[in-house]
Structure formats: structure tokens, C-alpha cells
């Protein structure tokens, strides 16, 4: 059973930083491409960032810079971490990985984490 569990999410000041986590269970993690997506209160979930199995990444041009995503293959997880954190990153923040099933390729998403930022 495909899992995945974010943490690390949290009140922080404008300015400020957090490192979220996702952890994988249920499938073979070092084969799998992760993404972070985010959803903020009204709008539609984005993607944040991803990183391929051998840990190549890409970014939503908006979060070059002060965001930074790598994984731990040894550990099944993948990380976020964000720097220079503004109001408008307040948001719930995902992984997602696609898998192949025996009916094609599906999504699988953990619940989120909370990332509020504020003074």
C-alpha cells in the first residue's frame, strides 16, 4: 500500500524557515520521480518543485531560490526546504508521486502538511 506522510509544517515568521519532510512507504522509492505541490486558502494546488530518482531537480519558476528539494533514498524521503518564507507561502504542502499500476500510471498523494506564515 502506497503511503506517503508529510511533517515538518508550522507557524513561522515572515523571514523565517522550515524543512518539510515525506515519507514513502509501499513502493520502491529509489525509482520513483516525487514532487511538492502546494495549495493556498482560494486558489488552485501548484507545483513547488521535483526531483527524478537520481536526484535531478526542477522548480516552478516562482520558488528558484528559496526553495530546495532533495531526497534521501537510504531513507524514503524526500524533503523541502524553504528559505526567506513570506505570507504568501502560507499554504498546505504535498508530496505526490506517479506510479505504474496495473491499470496505467496513477497519482498518489500524502495529506499535506500546514505551512502558515505570520507575525
Known amino acids: 500500500q502506497v503511503q506517503l506522510v508529510e511533517s515538518g509544517g508550522g507557524l513561522v515568521q515572515p523571514g523565517g524557515s522550515l524543512t518539510l519532510s515525506c515519507v514513502a512507504t509501499g513502493f520502491t522509492f529509489n525509482t520513483a520521480a516525487m514532487t511538492w505541490y502546494r495549495q493556498a486558502p482560494g486558489k488552485e494546488r501548484e507545483m513547488v518543485a521535483a526531483i527524478s530518482p537520481n536526484g535531478v531537480t526542477s522548480y516552478a519558476n516562482s520558488m528558484k531560490g528559496p526553495y530546495t528539494i532533495s531526497r534521501d533514498n537510504a531513507k524514503n524521503t524526500v524533503y523541502l526546504q524553504m528559505n526567506s518564507l513570506k505570507p504568501e507561502d502560507t499554504a498546505v504542502y504535498y508530496c505526490?508521486?506517479?506510479?505504474?499500476?496495473?491499470?496505467?500510471?496513477?497519482?498518489?498523494w500524502g495529506r499535506g502538511t500546514q505551512v502558515t506564515v505570520s507575525s
Open positions: 505526490k508521486t506517479n506510479l505504474p499500476t496495473s491499470r496505467g500510471r496513477r497519482d498518489y
